[in-house]
């Protein structure tokens, strides 16, 4: 028998190795900071719940006893339906699912392990297979990520720190940003 938060953290273990192996394969010249923020944008939440709801249809499967819960999984499920793995994996920073919907795909990678014997083999093919459609729009030519970006421009200009705080959440821009300068 093993517990969920075990279960959960074997899954999250497993999806990892099945990316990076994916990823080293397919591109061996690839530097470990390419293939980190690749890995990252294929395991991020928004990725797995678009292969939890656009692949393998479990949010069809989910039981939930709460209302608040349920309406905003179902309140989500067409934007990501309505949604391209590659605007998942380009655009993944624009999509804040609801946690279950990558929960249930890391839950199922969980139950396949254990199911299978614990034959690691056999889940990276169930799991490299599910995951298709986000892994082949991989590349380590991809623009990076906005918010990424703009980090690794605030750290090479020499700021020493950057503070975002919600001024309105009601507002179209909710945030401030303010960006101590180099001294």
């Known amino acids: 028998m093993i517990c969920h938060d075990l279960?959960?953290?074997?899954?999250?273990?497993?999806?990892?190795?099945?990316?990076?192996?994916?990823?080293?394969?397919?591109?061996?010249?690839?530097?470990s900071g390419q293939l980190s923020s690749l890995r990252a944008r294929a395991?991020?939440?928004?990725?797995?719940?678009?292969?939890?709801?656009?692949?393998?249809n479990l949010h069809t499967f989910l039981l939930?006893?709460?209302?608040?819960?349920?309406?905003?999984?179902?309140?989500?499920?067409?934007?990501?339906?309505?949604?391209?793995?590659?605007?998942?994996?380009?655009?993944?920073?624009?999509?804040?699912?609801?946690?279950?919907?990558?929960?249930?795909?890391?839950?199922?990678v969980a139950a396949v392990l254990i199911d299978s014997g614990y034959n690691f083999d056999k889940t990276m093919c169930i799991?490299?297979?599910?995951?298709?459609?986000?892994?082949?729009?991989?590349?380590?030519?991809?623009?990076?990520?906005?918010?990424?970006a703009f980090y690794l421009w605030a750290a090479k200009s020499g700021c020493k720190r950057i503070h975002l705080r919600c001024v309105s959440p009601d507002a179209v821009c909710p945030y401030s940003l303010h960006i101590e300068p180099p001294v």
Not at 9 to 28: E, G, Q, S
Not at 65 to 88: C, F, M, N, W
Request: hydrophobic share 50%.
């Open 7 to 31: 279960a959960n953290v074997i899954a999250k273990a497993v999806v990892d190795a099945v990316v990076m192996t994916y990823l080293f394969k397919k591109f061996p010249r690839a530097n």
């Open 43 to 56: 395991v991020c939440g928004p990725a797995l719940a678009f292969v939890a709801v656009c692949v393998l």
């Open 64 to 108: 939930a006893d709460h209302p608040g819960l349920t309406t905003a999984v179902e309140k989500y499920i067409p934007t990501l339906q309505a949604t391209s793995s590659r605007d998942i994996v380009l655009q993944s920073w624009a999509h804040d699912p609801p946690k279950v919907l990558s929960d249930i795909f890391e839950s199922l």
């Open 127 to 148: 799991v490299e297979t599910a995951m298709q459609c986000i892994l082949e729009v991989l590349s380590p030519d991809l623009p990076p990520e906005p918010v990424s």
